[in-house]
């Protein structure tokens, strides 16, 4: 956080520095110095002060933008990046970061993926300490457990869950017949699913998830946790529901490419859902009242 505030202060400063040096520049201009009377001189001075006010704020805006959005990836990216030693590592995306364009750009996922994702594994198998306990074990009484699990445990199956079920645009498919049943009976539709799942996404205060699930009378429904969360958490916000389809709406996931539109991030989201993927996951796990191993 320091680092990233001393980065734009130093931004920042240089700005006023140029813009002061093009100010100074101008009162001895030959322009002025032609002025004859002092009152000219003054009413001239007066003025270039405040157009150079209005210079130097815009030169300060400018430069300050990409410091800013600089700075905020940097304090929103969790620490460490290197994963350390333990039951858990690393999954490789299953494309090419920048097979997902023009919806989710390569800079994201570079660093959604081997910074984000890898933090949480990291912190997750520190935290265990050489426990030997499955992943899906670790939902389940992670918000008892504490924060390190809460939040790690629940970061690193969320993300996993996440980048498995995304594909390149040209190979995203269609649901299952069982899937798609399942939408149609739970919502009327999929156009009626997206438009709630939309909703739940866009309305979740901060970060956190959208989910698409299987309820305990075996309907699809649809929720969102905060933070690092999800519906396998014993105690977790929401409907209860075994959840096969997440959304992240954290800004590390968007940002970049979206900066505060997130209800465009979540429209682009549609284009690379790997619906194969989503309806093994359904038929697999969740309809079948199992939370989803996607390791």
Known sequence: ???????????????????????????????????????????????????DKSVMNRREAMLAAPAFVAGAALVAAPAPSKAADGPFSLPKLPYAYDALEPYIDKATMEFHHDKHFNAYLTNLNKALDGKDKSLIDIQKSAIKDGAAFRNNGGGFYNHGMFFSHLAPPSQTGKPSPALAKAIDDSFGSMDKMKEAFNAAAAKRFGSGWAWLGVGPDGKLVIGSTPNQDN???????????????????WEHAYYLKYQNRRPEYITA??????????????????????PVAWQ
């Open 231 to 249: 519906p396998l958490m014993e105690g977790a916000e929401g409907p209860k529901m075994m959840p096969f389809l997440g959304l992240d709406v």
């Open 269 to 290: 989201f549609w284009s690379v859902v790997n619906w194969a993927k989503v309806s093994e996951y359904y038929e697999n796990f969740a309809a079948k009242g199992q």
């Open 1 to 51: 956080f320091s680092q990233a505030c001393g980065m734009l202060r130093t931004i920042l400063v240089t700005a006023a520095v140029l813009a002061h040096a093009s100010s100074c520049a101008a009162f001895s201009s030959p322009l002025l110095t032609g002025l004859r009377t002092g009152s000219q001189r003054r009413e001239a001075l007066s003025l270039r002060m405040a157009e």
